[in-house]
Nanobody
């Protein structure tokens, strides 16, 4: 069984920064893609950013230039550095892990609230 645990959420003023962390443990099998998704109130979950095993990244247009995703393969961790935060970034942020067999695991989420 795989455990995915996020941390680092909180309340921040618009223009501020937050760093999210996610650690994966348990019966891990060849993690491939690690990513962050956001679910705003009343909306569907959407991709914020993801990163492959060898460091290729993908970002939602709304966060390009302000958010940075990174990972530490030795520690099975992925991070999301968020800068110049806007109120529309408010939501629950979920860590997503996909292995080479395309099996996906999700964390429980961490709340990010950006006040205007």
């Amino acid at each position: 069984q795989v455990q995915v645990v996020e941390s680092g959420g909180g309340l921040v003023q618009a223009g501020g920064s937050l760093r999210l962390s996610c650690v994966v443990s348990g019966s891990i099998y060849r993690i491939n893609i690690m990513g962050w998704y956001r679910q705003a109130p009343g909306k569907q979950r959407e991709l914020v950013a993801d990163i492959t095993w060898d460091g290729d990244t993908k970002y939602a247009d709304s966060v390009k230039g302000r958010f940075t995703i990174s990972r530490d393969n030795a520690k099975n961790m992925v991070y999301l550095q968020m800068r110049s935060l806007k109120p529309e970034a408010t939501g629950v942020y979920y860590c997503n892990v996909r292995n080479t067999l395309n099996i996906v695991d999700w964390g429980q989420g961490t709340q990010v609230t950006v006040s205007s």
